[in-house]
Structures are given as C-alpha cells and as structure tokens.
C-alpha cells in the first residue's frame, strides 16, 4: 500500500475538496474535528492549521496540534489525522492524543491502520512516548485499528451522556 502523510498545503487543494464534498455529503460527523473547518478560504484554513501547530492563536484550554492528510500515489486524499502535541485532563478522558479519520468510499481497505501507524511515527517525533488513543465503545473498526497499532486498554471513560469511550496507551 503506497500511502503517505503530507501537511496541508495550496497545491492538494482540489483533492482535498474532493475528500471535504464526500465527507460533507455523507452526512457524517467530521473525524478528525480539524476536517470540519470550512475551506471556503482555502489559504486561511491552512494558516489557521499552521497556527495550531505552533501554538498560536489558541482558544483557552486547547493544546497545540499538527494535521496531516493520507494520500495515495494517485494523489488522493484517502484520510486525515490530528495529533495534540500534549494532553488536557478532557483529551485525557476523551480526546487522546491522535484523532483520525478515513474517507467514506476507502474505508475497509487497510488504511486506518496505516494512517495510525504513519502518525504514531509523528507522534514520537514530537518527544511522546506514549500516546493516547480513544474511540466510542460501539466504534469496533477502530478499535481494532488501536489493537493492530499496539494498543493496550486502559479504563474506559463514560461521558455525561453516556456514551462510553474506550482508552488505550500505546508505547513508542
């Protein structure tokens, strides 16, 4: 599988609209949250992108956080991840430190495994070594991606909604 992580940038504009417009008309949540921002201003989605990574500009209680996009050699955008350079007692519950997402049309296809496991390799760049790793208790896919990357559960965490959120810790 010939797949690789690259930074946001102008010149993957249009595929990466092709993955928004998907994700968009599949009427699914955004996962990771990041590939929720509108990218009407293209230009300014990745400065505020760019910002992220270095801390700028941040809401209160948000950490600093690099977004990569999975691509293929045909140039598509097949995924998407976020990684929080560090973590809040929030991420600590039910956040995590990588957050990731695969097209709807790719999935099933072994990319979420490899999309962790080229994240996980960014994760130890920024000085992490263990990551935190969370999905919906229902979200057995995923869980199952967690697994194959070396996932070891830790305890689950219940929001106020009830909805149960499974963590795992995974050594770099």
Same mark, same amino acid.
Request: charged residues 25%; glycine residues 10%; aromatic residues 10%.
């Given at each position: 599988?010939?797949?690789?992580?690259?930074?946001?940038?102008?010149?993957?504009?249009?595929?990466?609209?092709?993955?928004?417009?998907?994700?968009?008309?599949?009427?699914?949540?955004?996962?990771?949250?990041?590939?929720?921002?509108?990218?009407?201003?293209?230009?300014?989605?990745?400065?505020?992108?760019?910002?992220?990574?270095?801390?700028?500009?941040?809401?209160?209680?948000?950490?600093?956080?690099?977004?990569?996009?999975?691509?293929?050699?045909?140039?598509?955008?097949?995924?998407?991840?976020?990684? !929080?350079?560090? =973590?809040?007692? %929030?991420?600590?519950? /039910?956040?995590?430190? @990588?957050?990731?997402?695969?097209?709807?049309?790719? *999935?099933?296809?072994?990319?979420?495994?490899?999309?962790?496991?080229?994240?996980?390799?960014?994760?130890?760049?920024?000085?992490?070594?263990?990551?935190?790793?969370?999905?919906?208790?229902?979200?057995?896919?995923?869980? !199952?991606?967690? =697994?194959?990357? %070396?996932?070891?559960? /830790?305890?689950?965490? @219940?929001?106020?909604?009830?909805?149960?959120?499974? *963590?795992?810790?995974?050594?770099?």
């Amino acid at each position: 599988m010939q797949v690789f992580l690259v930074k946001p940038t102008t010149e993957l504009q249009a595929e990466y609209l092709a993955f928004y417009q998907e994700w968009k008309n599949s009427g699914e949540p955004f996962v990771p949250w990041v590939i929720g921002k509108d990218p009407s201003d293209f230009a300014a989605m990745l400065q505020s992108m760019r910002d992220s990574a270095e801390g700028k500009g941040l809401p209160d209680g948000w950490v600093p956080d690099s977004t990569y996009w999975l691509m293929t050699a045909d140039r598509t955008v097949v995924g998407a991840v976020n990684i !929080r350079h560090r =973590l809040t007692e %929030g991420l600590l519950h /039910a956040g995590g430190h @990588i957050g990731y997402g695969i097209r709807p049309s790719e *999935r099933r296809k072994g990319y979420a495994a490899r999309l962790l496991e080229l994240a996980l390799g960014k994760t130890k760049e920024l000085g992490i070594d263990r990551a935190l790793v969370v999905c919906d208790a229902d979200n057995t896919a995923s869980e !199952r991606t967690i =697994l194959k990357n %070396g996932g070891v559960r /830790a305890e689950d965490y @219940i929001e106020e909604d009830g909805n149960v959120i499974r *963590r795992f810790w995974i050594q770099l």
